[in-house]
């Protein structure tokens, strides 16, 4: 059914960029260099001729390095595939893809354990075994880690190392500091549009400078989260939503964009931080720290039955509401009792950098305020990865594969990207195999119909500002109007001169995320997971189990409907 019962938003269908100027062809192109878009391109490379792999600065700038606590699967003796399905529906509060979440922690342990046999070093116990741990939502210790807190670094530095193994294998091309414009469209059997590849601008010197499309049988987008729509993320610079904007624009379904997981601590430095600010993983709390008020006073046990290890949607709003009652803008982590030897131990680079801003974990009340983490929303995508543009995958944080609902598990999006990944490589070789779809020709994209659109690189704080008081941690109609209408007059407004280029391309994807995001945040008119409202404090299952889906229609009016979900709630 459609939920438009209000103004509906219209954007740009296209970005302001200069023509291609040069093409190249691969039978598939990745997007991204994360684990999700590493895994791909690597499995790929054995099953078709040719890969192209794009990353938007170097291989290893993306998301995944940035990860601490871990990767969840089911490796114990005691533990269970079953039980960490039960887990993650609980996390996702009755939202979750029941089949997509089977998939993940029934295939979850092949894929760690190929991991481990491409050279990725996990912490292991006394007995040689994979030391596994505890986050929040989970009952069983089910979280493989590395280097104590740098598990994604070294995944990371794993996968790497496997592509550069095959650097001058000319079945794979790695292009480096190249940022997705659009997705291009062609036509398809029975004349139904399908991706024929992408245009990118790259900065650098020669043949492949500037603009260019790279025209391919497949695409893979695996470009990562939105976390620079808010003014205070854990994510990298790099994390503009660009493959989420460019599915919009290219017409295809986004799924459950309203869903935004801001992690509970992460060391808060004053009013005036923005952009990434240091996470402090969940992990010290599975280690035992605790989270104390301004009055030194715990408060997690009174909330939830897990207490500090609750999912992050209940800490985060725990935390909020507790500053709200106390007057203050953060509460306090305390690991004080955990000893700086173990602490120096088991969390290495999370010690040298509170140290770095002047806080010492072992010895210190640690100000900490919960920020934007992690997207559960993006590219609705069936159990193959596909999205509803055929040829077109996505995976990883920009897609939205229904694995984490309302709300992710703690560390289950690394395996979410094994596991997607590995499926996608082998159903993309399959198509190719089956179709034997003709190569396009640079000639054969379909241009695109609706406005052109380009903002200027100042207006970027605006939108992560209205993000922020919208869609932020604590939604209400009249914050979410007011960034709605904001948001709706930045593309008229004549402040600022916009010339096609990174910073400009950037912002008009942040605006573009920004404003679907709103729209469905005020659709939704309950309280679930990841979407807080205030002036609808309750979980409505009558009403809203279900999920918004959106895209852009005719010259970019935004279309969003609602799917009920059958079967009985958790």
């Not at 499309?213 to 729509?229: D, E, K, N, P, W």
């Not at 406005?451 to 100042?458: F, G, I």
Request: glycine letters at 12%.
């Amino acid at each position: 059914m459609s939920v438009a019962n209000r103004p509906v938003p219209h954007l740009g269908t296209r970005l302001a960029a200069p023509a291609p100027g040069w093409t190249t062809q691969a039978d598939v192109i990745v997007v991204g260099s994360g684990i999700a878009g590493l895994t791909a391109a690597l499995r790929l490379r054995r099953r078709v001729d040719r890969v192209l792999l794009v990353t938007k600065t170097v291989l290893d700038s993306g998301s995944t390095r940035w990860a601490q606590g871990g990767i969840a699967a089911a490796l114990a003796p005691e533990d269970s595939p079953q039980e960490h399905l039960d887990d993650t529906l609980v996390a996702g509060v009755g939202l979750c893809d029941e089949d997509a979440v089977r998939a993940l922690v029934t295939e979850g342990p092949a894929r760690v354990r190929e991991l481990v046999a491409l050279g990725a070093n996990f912490d292991r116990t006394p007995e040689g075994e994979i030391a596994l741990t505890r986050e929040g939502g989970h009952h069983r210790d089910r979280i493989a880690h590395a280097g104590g807190d740098a598990t994604g670094a070294e995944i990371s530095r794993a996968l790497i190392a496997a592509l550069e193994a095959v650097r001058h294998d000319p079945g794979i091309e790695v292009l480096e500091h190249a940022v997705v414009l659009e997705i291009l469209t062609g036509p398809g059997p029975r004349g139904v549009p399908v991706a024929c590849g992408v245009t990118l601008h790259v900065i650098g010197e020669g043949s492949r400078d500037g603009v260019g499309a790279a025209l391919g049988r497949s695409v893979v987008l695996a470009t990562g989260g939105i976390g620079q729509v808010f003014s205070s993320t854990t994510n990298p610079k790099e994390a503009t939503g660009d493959g989420v904007a460019a599915a919009l624009r290219a017409g295809v379904e986004i799924a459950d964009l309203e869903f935004v997981q801001f992690h509970p601590t992460v060391l808060w430095l004053g009013h005036a931080a923005r952009g990434q600010q240091p996470l402090i993983s969940e992990a010290v709390r599975g280690e035992g720290a605790l989270l104390v008020d301004a009055n030194g006073e715990r408060f997690m046990p009174a909330v939830h039955e897990l207490a500090e290890l609750a999912p992050r949607d209940v800490v985060a709003k725990a935390i909020v509401r507790r500053m709200a009652a106390t007057g203050s803008d953060h509460v306090f982590l305390d690991a004080r009792h955990l000893g700086r030897e173990f602490l120096d131990r088991r969390f290495p680079t999370i010690v040298a950098a509170l140290a770095g801003h002047g806080f010492n974990l072992a010895e210190d009340l640690v100000p900490v305020a919960p920020a934007q983490h992690y997207h559960s929303g993006g590219i609705r995508v069936d159990p193959r990865g596909h999205s509803s543009l055929s040829g077109l995958y996505a995976v990883g944080e920009c897609s939205c594969t229904g694995v984490h609902g309302a709300n992710r598990l703690a560390s289950n999006s690394l395996l979410e990207g094994l596991v997607f990944a590995h499926r996608i490589a082998d159903d993309a070789a399959r198509r190719l195999d089956g179709d034997r779809i003709r190569q396009y020709e640079p000639d054969d994209p379909s241009a695109r119909a609706g406005r052109e659109v380009l903002l200027p690189a100042t207006a970027r704080t605006v939108v992560q500002k209205l993000a922020s008081s919208g869609p932020g941690v604590i939604r209400t109609a009249d914050g979410l109007a007011h960034a709605a209408q904001a948001l709706a007059v930045i593309p008229d407004d004549p402040k600022g001169v916009a010339v096609p280029s990174l910073a400009e391309w950037e912002t008009s994807n942040l605006h573009a995320v920004a404003t679907a995001l709103t729209h469905a945040a005020a659709l939704r008119t309950e309280t679930r997971g990841g979407h807080y409202r205030e002036d609808f404090p309750d979980r409505d299952d009558e009403h809203w189990r279900g999920r918004l889906v959106t895209r852009l229609v005719g010259v970019g009016e935004l279309e969003t409907t609602f799917e009920p979900l059958t079967g009985e709630p958790l």
